[in-house]
Protein backbone atom coordinates (compact mmCIF):
# COMPACT_ATOMS: atom_id res chain seq x y z
CA UNK A 1 0.00 0.00 0.00
CA UNK A 2 1.08 3.66 -0.84
CA UNK A 3 -0.33 6.63 1.30
CA UNK A 4 -0.18 9.90 -0.21
CA UNK A 5 -0.89 13.35 1.76
CA UNK A 6 -1.36 16.32 0.04
CA UNK A 7 -1.23 20.13 1.31
CA UNK A 8 -0.70 23.56 0.91
CA UNK A 9 -4.21 24.38 -0.64
CA UNK A 10 -5.83 27.35 0.25
CA UNK A 11 -7.33 30.97 -1.13
CA UNK A 12 -5.44 32.98 -3.27
CA UNK A 13 -6.14 35.92 -5.92
CA UNK A 14 -5.86 35.66 -9.21
CA UNK A 15 -1.70 36.18 -10.79
CA UNK A 16 -0.87 34.50 -7.68
CA UNK A 17 1.11 31.83 -6.62
CA UNK A 18 0.64 28.29 -4.30
CA UNK A 19 2.63 24.97 -3.91
CA UNK A 20 1.14 21.87 -3.29
CA UNK A 21 3.23 19.09 -1.92
CA UNK A 22 2.55 15.23 -1.89
CA UNK A 23 3.88 13.47 0.73
CA UNK A 24 3.95 9.87 0.05
CA UNK A 25 4.80 6.64 2.12
CA UNK A 26 4.56 2.88 2.15
CA UNK A 27 5.58 0.52 -0.86
CA UNK A 28 7.74 1.38 -3.63
CA UNK A 29 8.26 0.25 -7.09
CA UNK A 30 10.67 0.03 -10.25
CA UNK A 31 8.84 1.72 -12.47
CA UNK A 32 6.16 5.04 -11.05
CA UNK A 33 4.78 7.82 -11.89
CA UNK A 34 3.23 10.64 -9.50
CA UNK A 35 0.41 13.11 -10.74
CA UNK A 36 -1.56 15.78 -10.24
CA UNK A 37 -5.12 15.72 -11.08
CA UNK A 38 -8.16 18.35 -9.74
CA UNK A 39 -11.59 18.02 -9.84
CA UNK A 40 -14.43 20.65 -10.03
CA UNK A 41 -17.98 19.83 -9.19
CA UNK A 42 -20.34 18.12 -11.91
CA UNK A 43 -16.87 17.56 -13.86
CA UNK A 44 -14.52 14.88 -14.52
CA UNK A 45 -11.51 14.69 -12.40
CA UNK A 46 -8.62 15.98 -15.00
CA UNK A 47 -5.10 16.01 -15.51
CA UNK A 48 -3.03 18.71 -14.92
CA UNK A 49 1.20 17.18 -13.95
CA UNK A 50 2.70 14.43 -14.05
CA UNK A 51 6.41 13.54 -13.09
CA UNK A 52 7.88 9.82 -14.27
CA UNK A 53 9.73 8.08 -11.54
CA UNK A 54 12.59 10.49 -9.61
CA UNK A 55 11.43 13.33 -12.15
CA UNK A 56 13.72 12.17 -15.69
CA UNK A 57 9.63 13.03 -17.51
CA UNK A 58 7.07 15.30 -16.94
CA UNK A 59 4.18 16.14 -18.56
CA UNK A 60 1.30 18.69 -18.19
CA UNK A 61 -1.79 19.33 -19.28
CA UNK A 62 -2.07 22.53 -21.83
CA UNK A 63 -4.19 24.51 -19.89
CA UNK A 64 -1.11 24.50 -17.24
CA UNK A 65 1.96 24.46 -19.42
CA UNK A 66 4.46 27.22 -18.65
CA UNK A 67 2.38 28.02 -15.58
CA UNK A 68 2.85 25.35 -13.53
CA UNK A 69 5.51 22.89 -12.23
CA UNK A 70 5.95 19.55 -11.31
CA UNK A 71 9.05 18.37 -9.35
CA UNK A 72 10.14 16.08 -6.88
CA UNK A 73 12.55 15.61 -3.83
CA UNK A 74 13.38 12.07 -3.50
CA UNK A 75 15.05 12.88 -0.54
CA UNK A 76 11.44 13.05 1.13
CA UNK A 77 9.61 11.37 -1.02
CA UNK A 78 7.70 14.24 -1.72
CA UNK A 79 6.58 15.65 -5.10
CA UNK A 80 5.75 19.04 -5.47
CA UNK A 81 3.37 21.16 -7.71
CA UNK A 82 4.32 24.83 -7.75
CA UNK A 83 1.33 27.00 -9.29
CA UNK A 84 2.13 30.36 -10.62
CA UNK A 85 -0.27 33.27 -12.39
CA UNK A 86 -3.34 31.19 -11.24
CA UNK A 87 -6.76 32.21 -12.85
CA UNK A 88 -10.27 31.58 -11.55
CA UNK A 89 -10.68 28.67 -13.71
CA UNK A 90 -8.14 27.05 -11.60
CA UNK A 91 -10.40 26.55 -8.58
CA UNK A 92 -10.79 22.60 -7.85
CA UNK A 93 -9.60 19.80 -5.59
CA UNK A 94 -6.28 18.79 -5.78
CA UNK A 95 -5.83 15.40 -5.98
CA UNK A 96 -2.16 13.56 -6.04
CA UNK A 97 -2.12 10.16 -7.70
CA UNK A 98 0.53 7.19 -8.31
CA UNK A 99 0.66 5.28 -11.36
CA UNK A 100 2.52 1.47 -10.40
CA UNK A 101 3.42 0.97 -14.29
CA UNK A 102 3.61 -2.63 -14.82
CA UNK A 103 4.24 -1.89 -18.42
CA UNK A 104 6.27 0.21 -21.15
CA UNK A 105 3.58 3.08 -21.45
CA UNK A 106 2.98 5.32 -18.71
CA UNK A 107 -0.80 6.85 -19.49
CA UNK A 108 -0.26 9.68 -18.04
CA UNK A 109 -3.34 11.87 -18.00
CA UNK A 110 -5.40 8.58 -17.73
CA UNK A 111 -7.42 8.40 -14.53
CA UNK A 112 -8.28 4.89 -14.17
CA UNK A 113 -4.17 4.05 -14.99
CA UNK A 114 -3.45 5.30 -11.20
CA UNK A 115 -3.22 3.01 -8.57
CA UNK A 116 -3.49 5.21 -5.37
CA UNK A 117 -4.76 8.24 -4.66
CA UNK A 118 -5.32 10.96 -1.66
CA UNK A 119 -7.79 12.79 0.01
CA UNK A 120 -7.31 16.11 -2.03
CA UNK A 121 -6.58 19.93 -1.07
CA UNK A 122 -8.71 22.70 -1.87
CA UNK A 123 -7.39 25.41 -4.17
CA UNK A 124 -9.57 28.91 -4.48
CA UNK A 125 -8.57 31.71 -6.75
CA UNK A 126 -10.10 34.77 -6.26
CA UNK A 127 -11.26 37.04 -9.26
Known amino acids: QVQLVESGGGLVQAGGSLRLSCAAS????????TSWFRQTPGKEREFVAGVLGHGSTTRYADSVSGRFTIAKDITKDTVYLQMSSLKPEDTAVYYCAVDRIDGNTWEYNIQRAYDYWGQGTQVTVSS
Open 26 to 33: GRTFSRYA
